[in-house]
Structure formats: C-alpha cells, structure tokens
C-alpha cells in the first residue's frame, strides 16, 4: 500500500476510467474523493466499497469546480478525468456543445489544478494525472471541440510541470485510444449518422480501426498507468504524455 496517508480527488470516477483509477488508488491506501454523475444509490454503494466521499458537482462550471475543490478539501493527487464527447460535422456542431466540452475536458482541469496546488506545495509533494486521449496528439473528423479540448490538455499538462518541478510536483497525462466505456458507447449512433454506417461498421472501421492491436484498452490497463506516475519510479517522469492506444499515435 504505497499510497497510505496520500489523498486523492479524481473527477468523472461514478463511471468508466475514473472509477477504476479511484478503485486503484484505494486499493494502494489512498483516501479518495469521487466527482460525478449518476444514481444515488449506486453512488452510495461506491462510496461504501471505497469508505470515500462523493462531490456531484458539474464541472462544466467555473463555479462548479470552485465547489468541487472546496469540499474536497486539501489533495495530494488531483486526477483530471472528467470528460465528454459529441460527434458531428464542423457546420453543425452545436456551439453549446462546443462550449460544454471545452469546459469540462479542458477548463475544469485549469480550475482544480489552480486550487490543488498551494497545498501540495506546502505539502512537498503532488501528483497532477490528466486524462487526455490519443486525440491530444492526433485528430479524428466530426470531433472539433473534443480534439481542441485534449490538444489542450496535454499543453497545460506540460506547463504545470514546469512551473512545479521543483516542489516535487509531476503533472502528466494519460492518453488511452478507445477504452470500452459508457462514453465511447454513447457515441455510436452519432457517429452512424455522421457517417452513414451501421453499429458494426462504425465499431470494426472507425473505432478498432484506429488500434493495431484490434482490441479496446481496458479501464485496468489506465488505471495502472496512473498508479505508476504516483510512485517514486516515476518522479522524473513530468510533462509526459503516455500513450496507451495499441500503437494507434505510432502511425
Ligand atoms: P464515462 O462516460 O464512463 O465517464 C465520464 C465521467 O465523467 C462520469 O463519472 C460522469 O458522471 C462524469 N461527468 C460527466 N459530465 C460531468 C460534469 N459536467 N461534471 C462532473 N463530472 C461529469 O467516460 P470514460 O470513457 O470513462 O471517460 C473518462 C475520460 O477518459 C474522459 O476525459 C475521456 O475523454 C477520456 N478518454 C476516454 C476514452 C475512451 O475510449 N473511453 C479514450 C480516451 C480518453
């Protein structure tokens, strides 16, 4: 349990990747604060297998993350992982779900890591993971905002490394290709209007297309990363981008 003592707040961890990061770093002796979306009940449950808080405030708000970082108190690993999607062509992409995005996949990590840091300073340590994607390094058509958004975040990943390298502070992201989760189910039909293909098209040559290996990352494999830049093995390991597509962004 080489994290025992360490507090953790990851965003978006009701579902998909943020969850199995937060299972993750309970299981290593973190105490950990949950942010998202979802039923009661089954927040409740999470909340009870990993004696954590919930905070269900909507990060696509400034306002919102304020609350969110309020109530969390003080964190010494802060995982940006809250995200969405939306696919459709450039002149119809609606300019509130252009907003949406950038908010939450870019602006909200901003926000949490501005009021983050003064403690993990006073504290000598901290570790900042953001959740990007293999669209911060390459683009796919029909995903303006979402493309913007995690080019984004992998810039502002490398400028909070170099302003906190010398607190012993690391800020890296993650940037899985296509993990089976709610999100990358949620954008099956879009993406068959988009481009006129049926479910089994859009999974075999627009989603598995992309990954050599043919398969979908797991929650488990980003999960893993994410425990690893946490550890003393990887505190030279700061403004990386670590890619776990399958060796899509190898092309
Ligand atoms: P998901 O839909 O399973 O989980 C998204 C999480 O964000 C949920 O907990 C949800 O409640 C929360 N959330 C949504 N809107 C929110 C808001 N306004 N305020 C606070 N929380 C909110 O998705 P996922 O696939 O696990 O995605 C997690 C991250 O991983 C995202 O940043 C996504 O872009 C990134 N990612 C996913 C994939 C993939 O293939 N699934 C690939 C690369 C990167």
């Known amino acids: 349990m080489f994290l025992t003592g360490k507090r953790a707040l990851i965003t978006g961890s009701t579902s998909g990747i943020g969850l199995a990061i937060a299972r993750a770093l309970h299981a290593e002796g973190t105490a950990v604060v949950l942010n ?4 009661a009940d089954a927040i409740a449950s999470l909340c009870a297998e990993m004696d954590a808080s919930h905070v269900g405030a909507d990060l696509t708000t400034t306002q919102g993350a304020e609350q969110l970082m309020a109530d969390a108190g003080p964190v010494d690993i802060l995982v940006n992982n809250a995200g969405m999607q939306h696919v459709a062509p450039v002149d119809e992409f609606p300019p509130e779900k252009w907003e949406m995005i950038i908010a939450l996949n870019l602006s909200a990590a901003f926000h949490t890591a501005r009021l983050a840091v003064p403690h993990m300073k006073s504290a000598g340590w901290g570790r900042i ?3 990007a994607s293999a669209h911060s390094l390459v683009a796919s058509p029909f995903k303006a905002a979402y493309v913007a958004a995690k080019h984004g975040i992998a810039g502002l990943t490398k ?56 398969k979908f990352v797991t929650v488990e494999e980003v999960a893993a990363m994410v425990l690893f830049l946490c550890g003393d093995a990887a505190q030279n390991i700061n403004g990386a981008n670590m890619s776990i597509d399958g060796g899509w962004t190898a092309e």
């Not at 998202?36 to 039923?39: M, N």
């Not at 993990?179 to 049926?198: C, F, H, K, S, Y």
Request: charged share 20%.
């Open 159 to 214: 400028v909070l490394a170099l302003e906190l390298a010398e607190h012993n502070i690391t800020a890296n992201c993650v940037s899985p290709g296509y993990v089976w989760t709610p999100l990358v189910e949620n954008q099956i039909p879009d993406t068959m209007a988009a481009r006129g293909l049926t479910r089994e098209q859009v999974m075999r040559d627009v989603l598995l297309a992309k990954q050599p290996t043919k």
């Open 129 to 131: 993971i953001n959740t």
């Open 36 to 39: 998202g979306f979802g039923d």
